[in-house]
């Protein structure tokens, strides 16, 4: 079964609408590991709509100038690409090897039943992101936590009704002060109250 795992950076006070101000200060070498590390063995790139057209816009341009930067720009443009976007299905989107669907539930939970594909990302696509969080067929939330407060800029957990239980996988401090966050989902601890909470309390 697929891997649904998910990338996204955030600030502090969890907006993980990126502005380059906050965000390319703090992308160093490590940060560039990280990113990569969370491609290594892609076999689909799930995308809401913003965040395609942002990579489209891009990418390819990226690709064509040869820069330092070409090969992770191939390395996108090759991949299989599904747009969460209401256009017809076999609409043209302006780059290779992309198709679209306006059931992004649907369509991840066909992707986890197909035995050929081993992990899909999902990079940004905040919206996306909640969605299947909602879902409950998420398998990982990777977070790049920024030491720095956003201020202002969606935000990756909007309110809900419910708490969202989640498991810390792994964890590590890069030297700028990003810190990587791995979740998965985890069921409810159950019910406490302040007598129970008590009893851990300093004596």
């Known amino acids: 079964m697929a891997a649904i795992v998910s990338t996204l950076f955030v600030s502090l006070d969890g907006v993980a609408e990126i502005d380059p101000a906050w965000h390319l200060p703090y992308f160093d070498e490590a940060m560039g590991a990280a990113v990569g590390a969370d491609y290594e063995g892609v076999d689909v790139l799930l ?113 809900s009704d419910a708490p969202l239980p989640l498991r810390l996988v792994s964890s590590q401090v890069f030297p700028t002060g990003v810190t990587q966050l791995v979740y998965s989902p985890a069921p409810s601890p159950g019910a406490a109250g302040y007598e129970d909470a008590a009893e851990n309390l300093p004596s």
């Open 47 to 159: 995308l809401g709509r913003v965040t395609y057209e942002s990579f489209a816009g891009a990418w390819p341009d990226r690709e064509a100038a040869g820069g330092e930067d070409a090969a992770f720009a191939g390395q996108l443009g090759d991949l299989r690409k599904l747009v969460a976007t209401r256009r017809e299905p076999g609409a043209d989107l302006g780059w290779r090897n992309v198709a679209a669907t306006d059931d992004v539930v649907a369509a991840v939970s066909e992707l986890r039943a197909d035995e050929t594909i081993g992990k899909v990302l999902v990079a940004g696509s905040i919206s996306v992101v909640q969605q299947l969080l909602a879902a409950g067929v998420l398998d990982e939330l990777r977070l790049l936590v920024h030491p720095v407060v956003a201020g202002r800029g969606e935000q990756l957990f909007a309110r």
